[in-house]
């Protein structure tokens, strides 16, 4: 499993998934709505961790910059 994620695309995806945490612990959102909610901050949060998005293996897409060498960095 190849890191493809930048550090962008992990601080948009953990500011997002605290942006839902305080929607639904404002009680701005509940219900369904709410569990889903959670069960996509949760995979957001997982992905930024983990610095890999499985949906983006499929396209070959890759949001982690390039070293100077030209090469993907290998490094976290």
Request: charge should be positive; aromatic fraction near 2%; hydrophobic fraction near 55%.
């Amino acid at each position: 499993m190849t890191k493809n994620m930048g550090r962008a695309d992990r601080t948009i995806r953990l500011l997002a998934a605290l942006a839902i945490a305080v929607l639904i612990l404002a009680k701005v959102l509940t219900g369904t709505l709410a569990i889903v909610l959670i069960v996509l901050a949760a995979i957001l949060v997982l992905t930024t961790l983990l610095g890999f998005c499985p949906l983006y293996v499929p396209i070959k897409a890759s949001t982690k910059g390039e070293d100077k060498g030209g090469t993907p960095r290998g490094d976290g």
